[in-house]
T-cell receptor, first 115, second 114 residues
Framework: DTAVSQTPKYLVTQMGNDKSIKCEQNLGHDTMYWYKQDSKKFLKIMFSYNNKELIINETVPNRFSPKSPDKAHLNLHINSLELGDSAVYFC??????????????FGPGTRLTVT | RKEVEQDPGPFNVPEGATVAFNCTYSNSASQSFFWYRQDCRKEPKLLMSVYSSGNEDGRFTAQLNRASQYISLLIRDSKLSDSATYLCVVIPGSYKAAGNKLTFGGGTRVLVKP
């Protein structure tokens, strides 16, 4: 009964490959987010979706493409992986972000290592 | 200047002692403030929201100083289990304009020792 789940937990891949990370929440939330935590531990927002609609799209290379098939899922696809993409990627969800500064619940993270 | 700045620490705290630390934010229009806690190799979790009047949750007290644009966290009677990184989080501007976007500080590491 995990609230926000991500798969895989660890991902080791070579430069140039394409990979996807999946996120699912069973909290009935309307808004989902992707964050990146780099080696210096800074957490930065990448994207957010509200009811399948893209709300936030930070300055992220267009090799990163989020997809929300329904409001319980937000997947992240990364093309042509680069060494600098190595980081921990966290998915999060909250109640409707347009209606309030609601608490965000984070998934356990996906540790991506690009070699 | 970073949007949210914190002293990275670590703050080495004897068990039972009190520790306090601040963070500063740059966007004076910010209205929503939080402290999240992140354990090593784990996800961040909300510790508490920070209200204008200040608020307390058990051993934890948060304060907001709008004039000087900083928020603080005080931990009383520190427990070993309080060892973690404390993340100062701000929604820049209004939550609606910002899309509920959380802006994180780099975190303050606290180590509570016996």
């Amino acid at each position: 009964d995990t609230a926000v789940s991500q798969t895989p937990k660890y991902l080791v891949t070579q430069m140039g490959n394409d990979k996807s990370i999946k996120c699912e929440q069973n909290l009935g939330h309307d808004t989902m987010y992707w964050y990146k935590q780099d080696s210096k531990k800074f957490l930065k927002i990448m994207f957010s979706y509200n009811n399948k609609e893209l709300i936030i799209n930070e300055t992220v290379p267009n090799r990163f493409s989020p997809k929300s098939p329904d409001k319980a899922h937000l997947n992240l696809h990364i093309n042509s992986l680069e060494l600098g993409d190595s980081a921990v990627y966290f998915c999060a969800s909250s109640q409707d972000g347009n209606r309030g500064p609601y608490e965000q619940y984070f998934g356990p993270g996906t540790r991506l290592t690009v070699t | 200047r970073k949007e949210v700045e914190q002293d990275p620490g670590p703050f080495n705290v004897p068990e039972g002692a009190t520790v306090a630390f601040n963070c500063t934010y740059s966007n004076s229009a910010s209205q929503s403030f939080f402290w999240y806690r992140q354990d090593c190799r784990k996800e961040p979790k909300l510790l508490m929201s920070v209200y204008s009047s200040g608020n307390e949750d058990g051993r934890f007290t948060a304060q907001l100083n709008r004039a000087s644009q900083y928020i603080s966290l005080l931990i009383r009677d520190s427990k070993l289990s309080d060892s973690a990184t404390y993340l100062c989080v701000v929604i820049p501007g209004s939550y609606k304009a910002a899309g509920n976007k959380l802006t994180f500080g780099g975190g303050t590491r606290v180590l509570v020792k016996p």
